[in-house]
T-cell receptor, first 113, second 114 residues
Framework: DTGVSQDPRHKITKRGQNVTFRCDPISEHNRLYWYRQTLGQGPEFLTYFQNEAQLEKSRLLSDRFSAERPKGSFSTLEIQRTEQGDSAMYLC???????????FGPGTRLTVT | AQSVTQLDSQVPVFEEAPVELRCNYSSSVSVYLFWYVQYPNQGLQLLLKYLSGSTLVKSINGFEAEFNKSQTSFHLRKPSVHISDTAEYFCAVSEGGNTGKLIFGQGTTLQVKP
């Protein structure tokens, strides 16, 4: 069990550029979640997948954000036309269906300049 | 709607002293409750969870939390803290529905002093 991995760990980009993050969940986990954490706050739910199906999206997820999980394995989160307000830690977590306990990756810290 | 309140943003404590980090939640349905710990520049690590059964749950490193339904609380305790326990602690709730999404509190910074 290698745990949840995320890539890259850090990303610095200029306002207006597009960025893509990757998450590899624990291999037998069906569910994959994305959260966003800003400084001094708890993580906030963005979206989740059951296998390859995206089943819920938060209102925080504007139309500049898109997430995919092709083939129900790894997931990508893309932010188009980044804004300074997108600067945050983006966390991925996975769980067994019905298992309830989510296991988090190390996160990708995004800085938009 | 669900919400989680962590009543203390910072808790300073001396090494080997006991500590309690407070967490209250609001929900109209049955819930699952979690404590996560976050070290600087790292992701969240699951510390302990309450899903059902015994209301007192324990972690392998000496932390425990008690689910109190009447007070809608899930406070975290440790009888004797170590310097290495210095970290950010997050309480989270998940409704007993199908999404499993977590609602987090704002976190409590535990500062253990020598």
């Amino acid at each position: 069990d290698t745990g949840v991995s995320q890539d890259p760990r850090h990303k610095i980009t200029k306002r207006g550029q597009n960025v893509t993050f990757r998450c590899d969940p624990i291999s037998e986990h069906n569910r994959l979640y994305w959260y966003r954490q800003t400084l001094g706050q708890g993580p906030e739910f963005l979206t989740y997948f059951q296998n390859e199906a995206q089943l819920e999206k938060s209102r925080l997820l504007s139309d500049r954000f898109s997430a995919e999980r092709p083939k129900g394995s790894f997931s990508t989160l893309e932010i188009q036309r980044t804004e300074q307000g997108d600067s945050a830690m983006y966390l991925c977590a996975s769980s067994l269906e019905g298992g309830r306990a989510q296991y988090f990756g190390p996160g990708t810290r995004l800085t938009v300049t | 709607a669900q919400s989680v309140t962590q009543l203390d943003s910072q808790v300073p404590v001396f090494e080997e002293a006991p500590v309690e980090l407070r967490c209250n939640y609001s929900s109209s349905v049955s819930v699952y409750l979690f404590w996560y710990v976050q070290y600087p520049n790292q992701g969240l690590q699951l510390l302990l969870k309450y899903l059902s059964g015994s209301t007192l749950v324990k972690s392998i490193n000496g932390f425990e939390a008690e689910f109190n339904k009447s007070q809608t609380s899930f406070h975290l305790r440790k009888p004797s803290v170590h310097i290495s326990d210095t970290a950010e602690y997050f309480c989270a709730v998940s409704e007993g529905g199908n999404t499993g999404k977590l609602i987090f509190g704002q976190g409590t910074t535990l500062q253990v002093k020598p």
